[in-house]
């Protein structure tokens, strides 16, 4: 096996386990841990996986992302954090818009349950959870389901979002960074996310901190397009300062 065959099928045990260990690679591929290190470092290079303390995981692309199951595996106590905090922006807004994702139906769990809300939403999961409550009225975006992430896209969502205004969007990504904003791998996503931003009065990001520097294919939105950032605090200070300098306040839970 040659080093590009080698980083191929490090690439792609990431991708069907959501991460890698650099010890065990080593062992399955009979490597030294170093020869793994230089492989991780190229992938990082090349925008494929993201390195972590003795491993790495995948980075979403045009040609690869992640599943809706596979995001409840992942620093779920983090993202229940983001999620208390970015509920408890909601001030008065009357109507809200809750995002495809893990993150985005936390949000939608963690909101008030005897506030008076209409809330409108992509995401079957999250509809399904918000049914229940007396107090809701849940409008559910018409379009095609997205198997990945159980979501509906293409014209028919983006038409009937054109027709609300909306107080409050809690938005999600697949990727945010300073050079190129907002990011997913589907256009049809982006088509349907960017429609939100343009339509609602305030936006919220709501995203755990290793999202933050990575870029996915499809650009909706700058970071100055935010109103407020939610992360975990495995964002530095300093670097939630310099998003903060591009418009949105953000806060660190």
Same mark, same amino acid.
């Given at each position: 096996?040659?080093?590009?065959?080698?980083?191929?099928?490090?690439?792609?045990?990431?991708?069907?386990?959501?991460?890698?260990?650099?010890?065990?690679?080593?062992?399955?591929?009979?490597?030294?841990?170093?020869?793994?290190?230089?492989?991780?470092?190229?992938?990082?290079?090349?925008?494929?996986? @993201?390195?972590t303390?003795g491993?790495?995981?995948?980075?979403?692309?045009?040609?690869?992302?992640?599943?809706?199951?596979?995001?409840?595996?992942?620093?779920?106590t983090?993202?229940? @954090?983001?999620?208390?905090?970015?509920?408890?922006l909601? /001030?008065?807004?009357?109507?809200?818009?809750?995002?495809?994702?893990?993150?985005?139906?936390l949000?939608?769990?963690?909101?008030?349950?005897?506030r008076?809300?209409?809330?409108?939403?992509?995401?079957?999961?999250?509809?399904?959870?918000?049914?229940?409550?007396?107090a809701?009225?849940?409008?559910?975006?018409?379009? @095609?389901? @997205?198997?990945?992430?159980?979501?509906?896209?293409?014209?028919?969502?983006?038409?009937?979002?054109?027709?609300?205004?909306?107080?409050?969007?809690?938005?999600? /990504?697949?990727?945010?960074?300073?050079?190129?904003?907002?990011?997913?791998?589907?256009p /049809?996503v982006? /088509?349907?996310?960017a429609?939100?931003?343009?339509?609602?009065?305030?936006?919220?990001?709501?995203?755990?901190?290793?999202?933050?520097?990575?870029?996915?294919f499809?650009?909706?939105a700058?970071?100055?397009d935010?109103?407020?950032?939610?992360t975990?605090?495995?964002?530095?200070?300093?670097?939630?300062?310099?998003?903060?300098?591009?418009?949105?306040?953000v806060?660190?839970?």
């Amino acid at each position: 096996m040659n080093s590009m065959e080698r980083r191929q099928r490090i690439l792609a045990l990431a991708r069907d386990h959501g991460q890698v260990d650099v010890q065990k690679l080593a062992a399955d591929l009979a490597v030294s841990p170093e020869t793994v290190r230089r492989d991780l470092h190229r992938l990082e290079q090349q925008g494929l996986v @993201r390195r972590t303390h003795g491993g790495a995981y995948p980075v979403e692309t045009a040609r690869f992302e992640t599943t809706l199951d596979t995001r409840t595996t992942r620093l779920v106590t983090e993202k229940r @954090r983001i999620a208390t905090a970015a509920a408890q922006l909601l /001030a008065d807004a009357e109507s809200v818009f809750i995002d495809e994702g893990y993150t985005p139906r936390l949000i939608a769990e963690a909101l008030p349950a005897e506030r008076a809300l209409t809330v409108v939403t992509a995401s079957l999961d999250t509809a399904a959870i918000l049914a229940d409550s007396p107090a809701t009225t849940v409008l559910l975006l018409g379009g @095609r389901v @997205r198997s990945r992430t159980r979501a509906t896209v293409d014209h028919w969502a983006v038409d009937m979002l054109a027709g609300f205004v909306i107080d409050l969007a809690f938005v999600g /990504a697949n990727g945010i960074s300073r050079e190129h904003g907002l990011t997913t791998p589907d256009p /049809a996503v982006a /088509a349907v996310k960017a429609q939100v931003i343009s339509v609602s009065r305030r936006v919220v990001f709501a995203g755990v901190h290793s999202k933050f520097g990575a870029s996915s294919f499809c650009r909706f939105a700058d970071v100055a397009d935010v109103d407020a950032v939610v992360t975990d605090v495995g964002l530095p200070a300093s670097e939630a300062h310099r998003y903060s300098l591009l418009g949105p306040v953000v806060q660190r839970v």
